[in-house]
Each structure stands twice: as structure tokens, then as C-alpha cells.
């Protein structure tokens, strides 16, 4: 019996038409939809499938950071089994900030079928939007919550921008952490300049820039809220 094949798709960080042609190609093809939250993800796919683009729904099957350990060989094993199965995150490429490592790993490591199908992610979408710094990038997804670690990097960020000096900066930041995480980086970085990009693609989509001080005196006046993401540059 020849095995079946983990797809793993890129999905809209927002905007739903963001959805390519082969992502929904590949999301016809399966059997077993892995996702973070099936409530996130059944709105892709109801939209697809009233849409007539979906011909039917895929099997949802929970996959996130609190199981990824105890489940992932299952998944392997239906891929094994001759079963196509879709990888995604609630929003964006797997992987990127996002749970998927130990199964795309398992599938490698037996020697299955892999397919990578490339969609938006607030990374590369937050590079151009923002209009700062060059061609160099290093991406530190969200900062550790335990402060030691996040100076760390932070400091190793600031060496790295001084050597660099066509070098951004990228981090996904939590509404409830936003103010935090730039008093921090005022602390050790300075006050560096930076674009705040919020709710991307989405209906309300903002972009807002300035130093650090000016961002957190922006968030005094009105806290910053949904998704964000903050660029930063010398």
C-alpha cells in the first residue's frame, strides 16, 4: 500500500481571499485536517466549501502546543497509512511561531510524502508594509516571557543591528504583553525607531510608526489591540 502524503498549507492571516489556488488544491485532497483550533479553521473551510471552491470537509483532528507531544506519531502513522493529511495553523505558515516541528520531522525522518504549500504569514507580509531598514532580517518571533531570556536576545539583537546596519528587526507581539515588551526593548536597546503593524489584512489593519517612546505613549492614550506585529530598526 503506497503512503499518503502531509500537506502542509499556508493559510490567510486574515483575509480570507488571501487563500492561493494550490492551497486549495492540496485542502481537497485531504482526509484529516490537523489544525490548532477546528473553530478557526472550520471558518476557512465553510467559506471555501459555500464558495464551491471545497467539494467536501475534511476530518478535523486537534494538533497545538499542549498535545503536540502526545500525538504527533498518530498522525505520522496515518500518513503511513495511506491517508493525506493537511497540516495548518490558525493563521499563517505552521511552524512560524506556531506548533509543527516533531511531525513534519516524523514524516522526514520515515521517509513519507511532504508537501510544502507556501501561503501569507504576517512575517513576510509586515516587511514591505512597514518601510524601514534593508535587506537583512532576523526574526525573533515572540520574546521569552521570563525576563532573563528575552534581555538576552534582546542584547544579542542590538549587536546584531550594530553590525548590520541595513538590519530590521521582527517580532510578533501580544496585545497583552505590547507595552511590556517595548519598555523592554527601551531598556536595552535604546529608543530605537520602529513600525507597529496591527490586524493585517484584516478590516481594521493599521500601521502605525515612531520611536519606541512615541509607540508607548500612543498605547497610553489607546492600548494597541489584535494581532500585532512590530518591526524595528537603528
Known amino acids: ?133 534593508g535587506e537583512m532580517v532576523l526574526y525573533l518571533g515572540f520574546l521569552p516571557k521570563t525576563r532573563g531570556k528575552a534581555v538576552q536576545i534582546l542584547e544579542a539583537s542590538k549587536e546584531f543591528l550594530t553590525r548590520v546596519k541595513s538590519g530590521r528587526l521582527v517580532l510578533y507581539v501580544s496585545p497583552h504583553r505590547v507595552q511590556k515588551d517595548l519598555l523592554l526593548i527601551a531598556e536595552v536597546m535604546g529608543d530605537v525607531r520602529a513600525v507597529l503593524l496591527r490586524e493585517l489584512t484584516k478590516k481594521f489593519e493599521e500601521r502605525i510608526e515612531g520611536t519606541v517612546s512615541e509607540l508607548l505613549t500612543q498605547y497610553s492614550i489607546k492600548p494597541f489591540k489584535g494581532e500585532l506585529v512590530l518591526v524595528v530598526s537603528q
Open 1 to 133: 500500500m503506497s503512503s499518503g502524503t502531509l500537506f502542509v498549507i499556508g493559510t490567510p492571516i486574515g483575509n480570507l481571499g488571501d487563500i492561493t489556488l494550490r492551497g486549495i488544491e492540496s485542502l481537497n485532497k485531504l482526509e484529516i485536517l490537523v489544525c490548532e483550533d477546528s473553530r478557526v479553521t472550520s471558518r476557512l473551510i465553510n467559506s471555501l466549501t459555500q464558495s464551491g471552491y471545497l467539494n467536501s470537509k475534511p476530518r478535523y483532528f486537534a494538533y497545538n502546543e499542549f498535545n503536540e507531544d502526545r500525538v504527533w506519531e498518530q498522525v505520522v502513522g496515518w500518513v503511513a497509512e495511506g491517508k493525506n493529511v493537511g497540516l495548518v495553523s490558525d493563521a499563517g505558515m505552521p511552524m512560524i511561531s506556531d506548533p509543527g516541528y516533531k511531525l513534519i520531522r516524523g514524516v522526514i525522518e520515515a521517509g513519507l510524502k511532504l508537501e510544502v504549500i507556501p501561503g501569507p504569514t504576517a512575517l513576510t507580509t509586515a516587511l514591505p508594509y512597514a518601510g524601514i531598514g
